[in-house]
């Protein structure tokens, strides 16, 4: 009699593991509602409010502008708190957040202004910041550390999914019931993930943060540097914060004003719009399904290095789109970019993942985060200011022609070399090395 391999027991016990499955459908269910947000909330500002692209570009800045003020206490905030509440309240405050777009409209469409839009947006991307820290900190408490690729590929799978449904889903609604209505399904959608997450049973392995020499627990300042300390004092960790930070600052200075150029410079309806990106978005459902099988091939040093660059590709595909048909070009650059990006970022979100001490978990997250997400904001404004001076085809050119450096990091860094996953890090009995 043939017993099954403890590998083929760990993936089959993935499958069936009952609390990850709980996490899996509750981050399913709220990756569809946001991507109606994701195209409802700039369709409100483009087409009821009609305002500027200095305007419209700043709603992303505020969106994002939390990663900077607050991803560092954030993590070290998750790592002396439990997680799963994090992950509770930032649905629950994001749902009311989202709610009351559509409860103003229907109220008075002329109470709904672009500064509304600025609140609801910082509110909930400070909600997303904790979430996202706590979250990425709270998978290797569930699954076990050879598992993470699996998971976090099983997880980018359903927001693969999502982005090919997604904005689909949202441009019929926005078409049948005006985009601030749209918006109603994805504050469901945080509510039904919620409570999703509160049924799930497994309970948190306690973290016992190391005291100093004198006995006493480590300052919140001390732990937020010790974070620092870790990100910056691993030279691969800095050639993967460095890509993806340049990544997003230049690839947000097109993509902070692209939806206004659907509109406004390709003259496409919102119907069109969410279907150029359903297509294009099926890359992203390839990438996060082959992830795993290209490290195994490549490496996954080298697939880390080559999909950043294969990325540098999107923006370029979509300022070269003819405007007599550009929807071909636009859905050939979603398809490259998400397939691309999932590949990126399963790889890479699991190396850290993996190399982190768990007491470390969200302070490493969190300043990751900083860097990667803090970029954003800047890359929204400069788009915005080119959008309005240069104008937007222009700017999507500069977007474009600057998004072929940032690989150059993460290959200039010893992760290039990395050829498997690094093997189990477990917690140190006192303050975390400088390098992993």
């Known amino acids: 009699m043939t017993t099954a391999s403890p590998e083929a027991a760990r993936r089959r016990s993935l499958i069936r593991h009952r609390d990850f499955l709980k996490l899996w459908s509750a981050q399913t269910i709220s990756v569809f509602g946001s991507q109606v947000s994701a195209l409802a909330i700039p369709l409100v ?103 993470l690729i699996d998971a976090n590929s099983k ?13 689909g889903i949202a441009g019929f609604l926005v078409g049948i019931v005006t985009a601030p209505f749209a918006i109603l399904l994805d504050s469901a959608s945080f509510v039904a993930s919620a409570i999703l997450v509160f049924f799930i049973r497994r309970p948190e392995p306690p973290v016992e943060e190391p005291a100093d020499g004198s006995g006493r627990r480590p300052s919140f300042l001390a732990q937020v540097r010790e974070g620092i300390g870790f990100v910056l004092g691993n030279r691969a960790l800095r050639g993967i914060a460095a890509g993806t930070s340049t990544s997003n600052l230049f690839g947000n200075i097109g993509g902070a004003i692209v939806l ?30 082959m992830a795993n099988r290209v490290a195994g091939w490549f490496g996954l040093g080298p697939t880390i290095v080559g999909s950043l660059f294969l990325g540098s590709f999107f923006p370029l595909l979509v300022a070269i789109a003819p ?15 998400g397939l691309s990006q999932m590949i990126y970022n399963i790889n890479q979100v699991s190396y850290r993942q993996a190399i982190c001490p768990p007491r470390m978990q969200g302070r490493m997250n969190a300043t990751v985060r900083f860097f990667i997400w803090g970029t954003i904001p800047i890359g929204n404004v400069i788009g915005g200011v080119l959008g309005s001076t240069i104008g937007l085809h222009a700017t999507i050119w500069v977007s474009a022609i600057l998004s072929f450096t940032p690989a150059i990091w993460p290959f200039l860094s010893p992760i290039r070399h990395v050829r498997v996953m690094p093997a189990q890090v477990v917690d140190e009995p006192g303050p975390s090395p400088a390098t992993a």
């Open 45 to 147: 500002a483009a087409l009821i409010l009609k305002v500027d692209p200095f305007s419209f570009a700043l709603l992303g800045t505020i969106e994002f502008l939390p990663f900077i003020l607050f991803a560092l206490p954030a993590g070290a905030w998750v790592d002396r708190l439990r997680r799963r509440p994090i992950l509770i309240s930032g649905d629950l405050g994001r749902a009311i957040a989202l709610a009351t777009i559509p409860a103003v409209y229907a109220l008075n469409a002329a109470y709904l202004t672009i500064w509304q839009l600025y609140l609801v947006g910082f509110v909930t991307g400070t909600l997303t910041v904790f979430f996202d820290v706590a979250n990425q900190s709270y998978l290797p408490s569930i699954v076990d550390r050879d598992q």
């Open 155 to 167: 997880l980018q799978i359903s927001q693969s999914a999502a982005q090919i449904a997604g904005p």
């Open 260 to 289: 206004l150029y659907m509109v406004q410079g390709l003259n496409l309806r919102p119907e069109q719009i969410g279907l150029v990106f359903a297509l294009g978005n099926i890359g992203t459902l390839v990438g996060a399904a």
């Open 323 to 337: 405007a007599g048909n550009p929807i071909p070009f636009l859905v050939a650059a979603g398809m490259l970019g």
